[in-house]
């Protein structure tokens, strides 16, 4: 089974960037891979997803122009980069693979869930 960690959370103000990894390590190949987040007292929720093999991606209307998914499939990672950061953007991220149909956004449909990143925007 794959295994996922995140790492590149933290503290940022308003306005300002980070750059979450992913790395997977195990039988990695052919595995599309999400980013989700989830904010206290609140349900783990979508953020963006990117395919393995080719150039496909989608994200939740929320991050769209700020967010952008990609991944180096040598190094086996998939980065987020998050710009123009707000405080309703703080959460804690996770990494997991999708094991259903592309395009879906539902956490059921995703397993291999790592122990997540923490970011945090300060208004």
């Known amino acids: 089974q794959v295994q996922l960690v995140e790492s590149g959370g933290g503290l940022v103000q308003a306005g300002g960037s980070l750059s979450l990894s992913c790395a997977a390590s195990?039988?990695?190949?052919?595995?599309?891979i999400a980013w989700f987040r989830q904010a206290p007292g609140k349900e783990r929720a979508f953020v963006a997803a990117?395919?393995?093999?080719?150039?496909?991606?989608y994200y939740t209307d929320s991050v769209k122009g700020r967010f952008t998914i990609s991944r180096d499939s040598a190094k086996n990672t998939v980065y987020l980069q998050m710009n123009s950061l707000k405080p309703e953007d703080t959460a804690l991220y996770f990494c997991?693979?999708?094991?259903?149909?592309?395009?879906?956004?539902?956490?059921?449909?995703?397993?291999?869930w790592g122990q997540g990143t923490q970011v945090t925007v300060s208004s």
């Open positions: 195990g039988p990695t190949f052919g595995n599309n």
């Open positions: 990117i395919a393995w093999i080719g150039t496909g991606t």
């Open positions: 997991a693979r999708l094991v259903g149909g592309w395009g879906t956004r539902s956490r059921n449909d995703y397993d291999s």
